[in-house]
């Protein structure tokens, strides 16, 4: 594989001084027309040490505007990124639509890193790499246009190379003895290269192996790549929009027809028995037993540094807020945080929709609550047709691989979906009308959802039946009578907590 990249091309200083004018100036005209468009740059940079990888990535913020790129090397994670799962600082990092984020010692490092050293074997090592393929293709499916670059010496060179930089006062600090360490490796960190790059070079996030002997070559390699792919980047998003106008008004017709279709099968949310009650002394009674089983076992699960996660999605006017406040209120208010999802903003519309959520992952031993969550991608936004289909669609295995993530870093998540009947929300609507101190929580939205109660029905039979799994199910909560919901939110969280703490 790497055969190609060690044939000695060169690029003079007179050639260089020639090319870089006309090439900087095509890059900056570029990303003037980036910072206009729906989609962000990633670039990564990896490859063998010395190689130039830091004299490329310094390269491209100088030819470039550097307010529009965001660069970022990672080192060994600190404690704050160590009590989140692992790809929490790279979500947080990415760029909003309209810039490039250039990531150097990135998510590959790690698992090349073990393999190499024997820590990790073929299957665990592939898992990682599979896991890679997929956070790269969810940003790729967004409209991320990646770019991956593995720089590349032969061993000979590369022995050349880090002997010269010791040399020079001013750079031999960039040499220190885990370069040679690893040079003595070179063949088992060439080999766990390869094998990472033969599985994660897919057509939407490609590798471009890099000849590195000359440092003025590989330069003009990278940019040339780098202008070519973002030109036709920006060309294919303009064809796009024309053709995606002209086919709107048809796809929009057959999409009411479809989902009106859909809205008539049975639902899991028609199996339910919505007439489950509790009388007021026995909800006194259950709340105050649940709410004090909770506090001790949210204690314990402190004390082995495990955070709980918490999303709570239902009708309007099923009962969250109230479930939600009778849920944290068992706890020390230092502890939990809910957050409240509304529209998102612009910032957060610059970004793929699961970044605002990785964004707000609690730190171990912390309780997090979403009002609403991601799932808003597969119900608001699939009925309110703000996502297009193949959107909401490709959504849950997102999502799906979104929660494996945090229940495997040893989160403990619960999903909840508090159910009442149509009939039930219409009372609960007139009653907000007539109280003042809740007249607030009812707009003119909550109206306009109700006359599609049938669609969204639909879609939540999806979202339960494509997310529920093993590891994260939903839990559906009876929520005619506000007691009964209470209770069972709580109690069922207790029983979950309990299950976890077991767990080795």
Known sequence: MFEAAELGHKISKK????????????????????????????IVVAGVDGAGKGETINLLNEWMDPRWIVTRAYNEPSDEEQERPEFWRYWRDLPPKGKIGVYLSSWYSEPVLQRAHGK????????????????????????????????????????????????????????TDRDWKHWEMYEKFIGASERAIMRTSTGQAPWSIIEGRDLRYSAITVARILKKSISKRLSDIELEAELLAQKKKKKKATRKRRLTQESTQQ??????????????????????????????????????????????????????????????????????????????????????????????????????????????????????????????????????????????????LAKYWLHITKDEQLRRFKEREKTPFKRWKLTDEDWRNRKQWDLYQQAVNEMVTRTSTFNAPWTLVEGNDKRFARVKVIETLCDQLERSLKKK
């Not at 409209?143 to 010269?164: P, S, T, Y």
């Not at 208010?333 to 964004?359: C, G, K, N, S």
């Open 267 to 412: 639902t899991v949310l028609q199996a339910l028995k919505m007439n489950k009650a509790l009388e007021k002394d026995s909800y006194n009674q259950g709340l105050a037993e649940q709410r004090a089983r909770l506090n001790k076992l949210f204690r314990r699960a402190q004390s082995k540094n495990k955070s709980v996660l918490l999303v709570f999605e239902g009708w309007d006017a099923g009962g969250k807020g109230g479930a939600i406040r009778r849920l944290t209120s068992a706890l020390d208010a230092r502890d939990w945080q809910v957050i409240p999802i509304a529209a998102p903003t612009d910032e957060e519309r610059d970004h793929h929709y699961l970044w605002r959520f990785w964004r707000h992952l609690p730190r171990s031993g912390r309780l997090t609550v979403f009002d609403r969550s991601w799932y808003g991608r597969v119900l608001v936004e699939r009925v309110e047709g703000f996502a297009r289909e193949e959107e909401w669609r490709r959504s849950y295995a997102e999502i799906n691989q979104f929660e494996e993530q945090l229940v495997d870093h040893g989160i403990i």
């Open 15 to 42: 050639e260089f001084a020639k090319l870089e004018p006309t090439l900087r100036l095509e890059l900056l005209e570029l990303q003037q027309r980036l910072r206009q468009a729906n989609f962000p740059v990633i």
């Open 120 to 175: 990790w074997g073929r299957g665990r090592f592939d898992a990682h790499l599979d896991r890679i393929g997929s956070f790269e293709k969810t940003l790729a499916d967004s409209g991320a246009l990646i770019l991956k670059f593995w720089m590349h010496l032969g061993k000979k060179d590369q022995k050349k190379r880090l002997k010269a930089l010791e040399k020079n006062p001013l750079d031999s600090w960039r040499v």
